[in-house]
């Protein structure tokens, strides 16, 4: 026995197998043992066999009684013979986990999911400073008890300027498998051949950290059943084949504060939990920036939170303050960035220009001054260097706070100022003009929807919503006072199809500012009374849509801009309706009308009609208000030839609306019903969703009334999806109470 074990496990075989009188592929197929392991062991460039192999060549070889002890004896040893192994297995050991580790509960699911695949790969990529490698090191050890032939780590310092080439990280990898440095091939292919013929019979876990790209990775891949490799990169490495992607983002609300509470402690993070709330929101809910932030703290006693809050508040010095030691959020950056390509730098430095929250393509090539082809290809590359990510909406993309704050310091540094101000100027005149231009585009007759169709209009305006709001802003801090105005007037009936998406008291705030600076009396007075609209039907702030109106009812006699006062007054009749001053009310609708004899019949009469119609039906006054109703329609019909037809229907729409009311307010149900079921039609078929359901709570109500307790219930249910907005509550709860008022079925 003892000297069958100063044998090597391999000379062992191959005397046995001679013996036999069996070829390497004869044993290969009765031990089902594959022939390049067999390879490696009779080599000796294996020291042993797994168990259930040794007993199963045993089988195939024969072998009983003593010559079988010793065989699987010797392979026994081999596998506990480490020559040199502790310090090779050193060199690819596991880092230790974080203490503070929190979070990542669905993506360590995700992992875990992954153990039981057969040889699975799964790569974890995301932002600099996201925690992929915190994610890696601690799921390889809470799956360290699955891969019972070991657990593996080297780091591929793939944002060195030279990364660790394959050869040198395989040469590691077999002296940690045992494998004696002789007996190493110096071919990185053969060293690969080896590496994977001696996972074949193991289950091990490898963990290939800060990847360069995709051909460093994968000669180092153990694709072995019951292996598991896991490989972080900043770049997203989409080349691997058979790779599963877990794209890590930043910390949720509450792993983030509890990541800072285990650095700082947890008594002082809740002494002042809305400064840790800040502060972990400054730091962008990156890991890095959390943790940097802590140590600052931690080694700073006598700071408070609020304090470091106050400082990371300023966007210059931001980047400056996430620094403890020799932990720096821009130096996370700048490894990254470095590393693009020399047309890429440009255009990630520029994207910093765009003022909303996501972009395309658009915005892109207007930045880069390139055409689209390649503009395509430079975004793609950002994405898989981790500095620009993919956007929720399909096509566009978007910058990392913290990331966007450093793409501006390089922007600074690296360009000259004149070319900066240059495209930031262009930037910003392209998204006024266009947002102008759409929005004119969706005006009755316009001649803009000739080059840009209303559905376009509407698209555009919606997909670049964040981007066109933040150009408003820009430009009226830069005095283009012009501009805003010009603007601010184009949303008008964009914000009718958007009264409760948009803070319009907002953007039509900054119309009026800029107009008064213009001293433009009649662009005020306009303007004036859109702000007094969206305070009224936005914000529900009837004392300042009054005061607005007014003062635009002022100006307007001042500057003798009738249309306008027309409008004060109609407006003015509304808000005091709402405020429960019916009389002075009614007299300033009665005024619109008369003012509104000498324009447009479709696009003013019409509605102007319509509030004095209402103010009538709120007095309870019904057959006065069904007289201007069947006045209205009547007279609709005289001029249908008339106006732009979107506008005929949406006109036509709102006086049906406004005839349920006098049907119902007469106790004509199913009439009323039939007039409110025409007017949702009529508004959903054009998009009006906001309106259409309102209509369908009516029309539910009156179906109710009526006894049709089935149509009641489908227009009412209709209503509670169409009622979308934050300020629509009140008839969400309105059709709420008429669904209870339903008999149960």
């Known amino acids: 026995m003892t000297g069958a074990r100063d044998n090597s496990f391999g000379r062992l075989l191959l005397e046995h197998r001679k013996a036999a009188k069996l070829t390497q592929a004869d044993l290969a197929r009765n031990s089902g043992v594959s022939i390049r392991a067999l390879r490696e062991l009779e080599h000796g460039r294996a020291h042993a066999a797994q168990q259930r192999s040794a007993e199963r060549l045993a089988d195939a070889l024969g072998l009983t009684g003593d010559e079988r002890a010793v065989f ?27 203490p503070d580790f929190v979070g990542r509960t669905g993506e360590l699911s995700a992992l875990r999911a992954e153990v039981a695949a057969s040889g699975a790969l799964v790569a974890i990529v995301g932002h600099p400073g996201v925690g992929k490698t915190a994610l890696a090191v601690w799921a390889a050890h809470q799956f360290e008890t699955d891969f019972p032939d070991g657990c593996f780590a080297v780091d591929l310092r793939g944002m060195d300027d030279q990364a660790v080439p394959a050869r040198a990280v395989l040469d590691r990898l077999l002296r940690a498998l045992d494998v004696a440095p002789p007996h190493i091939p110096t071919s990185e292919t053969e060293q690969a051949n080896l590496f994977r013929a001696l996972l074949a019979e193991r289950k091990v876990l490898l963990l290939l950290d800060n990847a360069a790209d995709e051909q460093q990775v994968r000669p180092l891949l153990a694709t072995a059943p019951g292996c598991l490799t896991i490989v972080t990169a900043r770049r997203a490495l989409a080349g691997l084949e058979a790779a599963r992607w877990l794209w890590l983002e930043p910390l949720a609300d509450p792993d983030a504060i509890d990541l ?74 700048e490894l990254s960035y470095r590393r693009l390509s020399a047309p890429a730098r440009p255009l990630f430095r520029r994207l910093a220009a765009i003022p909303g929250a996501d972009f395309g393509p658009e915005l892109a090539e207007l930045l880069a001054e390139a055409p689209e082809p390649k503009v395509s290809a430079l975004l793609d590359e950002l994405v898989d260097a981790g500095l620009v990510q993919p956007a929720p909406t399909l096509g566009r993309f978007q910058l990392h706070d913290l990331i ?37 585009a969706l005006f009755p007759d316009s001649p803009e929807a000739s080059r840009l169709p209303v559905k376009a209009a509407s698209e555009w305006l919606e997909r670049e919503e964040s981007n066109w709001r933040a150009a408003q802003r820009a430009a009226a801090r830069l005095g283009w006072h012009r501009e805003v105005v010009e603007l601010t007037k184009a949303m008008h009936w964009y914000s009718d199809t958007k009264c409760g998406e948009l803070p319009w008291d907002d953007i039509f705030g ?58 004060a007054h109609g407006y003015i009749g509304t808000v005091l309706m709402c405020l429960g001053d019916l009389d002075p009310a009614l007299e300033h609708s009665r005024k619109a009308c008369e003012l509104s004899g000498e324009f447009g019949f479709w696009p003013m009469q019409v509605p102007l009609r319509a509030r004095l ?3 009538l039906l709120t007095m309870g006054r019904h057959e006065e208000a069904f007289g201007v109703v069947a006045l209205g329609l009547a007279d609709m019909q005289r001029h249908r030839a008339e106006g732009n037809p979107d506008m005929r229907r949406w006109v036509r729409a709102m006086f049906l609306l406004d005839f349920g009311h006098c049907l119902s307010g007469l106790g004509r149900w199913r009439r009323a019903a039939q007039a409110y079921h025409d007017a949702r039609t009529s508004f959903a078929t054009d998009g009006h969703n906001p309106t259409a359901a309102e209509a369908a709570l009516h029309e539910g ?42 008999p149960v079925r």
């Open 510 to 567: 900054l119309g009026v500012a800029a107009a008064r600076v213009l001293g433009a009396k009649a662009d005020l007075a306009l303007l004036l009374n859109f702000l007094g609209w969206a305070q009224q039907v936005c914000s529900r702030d009837f004392a300042g849509a009054l005061a607005s109106h007014e003062e635009a009812l002022a100006v307007a006699v001042r500057s003798g801009t009738t249309h306008e006062q027309a409008w």
């Open 72 to 98: 699987l004896t010797v392979a026994k040893e081999g596998r506990r013979r480490v020559p040199s192994s502790t310090e090779a297995r050193a060199l690819c050991a596991l880092p230790p986990a974080l």
């Open 260 to 333: 800072l509470g285990l650095i700082v402690g947890p008594e002082r993070v809740a002494a002042d939990l809305a400064a840790a709330a800040e502060l972990v929101a400054l730091c962008g809910k990156l890991p890095l920036a959390v943790r940097i932030a802590g140590n600052r703290l931690a080694s700073r006693p006598f700071w408070s939170l609020a304090y470091l809050v106050e400082q990371l508040r300023d966007e210059r010095t931001r980047l400056g303050s996430l620094s403890a030691g020799d932990l720096q959020v821009r130096s996370a950056f």
């Open 613 to 615: 119609c209402r103010t």
């Open 701 to 742: 109500k009156a179906w109710r009334v009526a006894g049709e307790f089935d149509r009641a219930r489908e227009c009412l249910e209709l209503a509670l999806t169409g009622f979308t907005g934050p300020a629509d509550e009140p008839h969400r709860e309105s059709a709420r109470s008429e669904l209870e008022l339903l």
């Open 404 to 440: 966007r704050l450093f793409a501006a310091e390089c922007w600074r540094a690296e360009e000259p100022a004149p070319d900066r101000d240059r495209l930031h100027d262009a930037l910003l005149d392209h998204l006024l003009d266009r947002a102008t231009t759409a929005g004119r």
